[in-house]
């Protein structure tokens, strides 16, 4: 039963439908007191958020926290926060599984050369191509954060090479890691790139004609990421020109891809709408729940955004 001193939370999910989340939450926090914007009387304590918008930080100036219901936290970075809350996001929550499946699905796909076949079998062909070995795909896993050194350690276990590279050094078992300024060298090992890195201003078009023409000949690109990671211009030029073989992306520049968006038809070019890794509810729930009773008992938590970085 709510009482004086028990947390206030607001939902802010605008795109999505909260009840279903806040009926989770009021099980895992049967003390809490719960809103769903805009029908908020009371100032909250923590918020969780989908897509939030700025009248919900106008005017919820007392929250200590805002929990994200997800993985990247760019979007909700770009509003103007105050300097004291902590913005924490979801850490994995059932997210980094199905972005193995999702890589290993696109890299398998491409590798057996799933795509020629369906279109050989629409044009009426039937033609068998040489086996291709995994050991012609190094693949190169860019960002070894939660999700990506996640997906690093799948691929490597299925028996492709692999390379990562991160911000800071990092080291994995079977796997060679870069970092900071050996990106080039990075790219020059890596002939499948998978984007696993938050959009941060420093990352914003890393996936540009300059850096996907170090990758190797015949490269194939699997974004998972975020849309502004990548130059969609130079992508074009670099399939047009061969170099690039194809791509599979999750995320895209404007969601929904705008009708005529020529990625939509590109015959080497797979798209899907953002879903590589939803997030689940009983997880992230239970994830949510936990940190705010850590936070009230005093204790701290993982998974807070350090601002100045943006992730
Ligand atoms: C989805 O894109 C997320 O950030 O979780």
Known sequence: MPHQNSPKLAFCCPTIDAQPWADAMAKALPEAQIQIWPDCTEQADYAITWAPTQAFFDAQPQLKAVFALGAGVDGLLKLR???????????????????????????????????????????????????????????????????????????RDIGFPVVGWSKSPKTMEGIRCFSGEELYKFLSMSRVLVCALPLTPHTQDILNEQHLSLLKPGAYLINIARGA???????????????????????????????????????????????????????????????????????????????????
């Open 81 to 155: 926060l105050p300097e004291s809350l902590a913005v924490v996001r979801i850490e994995d929550g059932g997210m980094a599984a199905q972005m193995q499946d999702y890589v290993t699905h696109a890299l398998l796909r491409h590798v057996r050369r799933f795509d020629q076949y369906a279109q050989d079998i629409r044009a009426g062909k039937w033609i068998q191509y040489p086996a291709q070995d995994h050991a012609s795909f190094p693949v190169g896993i860019l960002g070894l954060g939660e999700l990506g050194s996640k997906i690093a350690e799948r691929v």
């Open 229 to 311: 990671h990548l130059v969609e211009e130079d992508l074009l030029k670099l399939l047009a020109s061969g170099h690039m073989a194809g791509a599979c992306l999750d995320v895209m520049r404007t969601e929904p891809a705008p009708a005529n968006h020529p990625f939509r038809s590109h015959p080497q070019i797979t798209l899907t709408p953002h879903i590589s890794a939803m997030t689940l509810l009983a997880p992230s729930i239970a994830q949510i729940s936990q940190k705010i009773m850590s936070l009230r008992n005093g204790q701290a938590i993982t998974g807070v955004i350090q601002r100045g970085r943006g992730y």
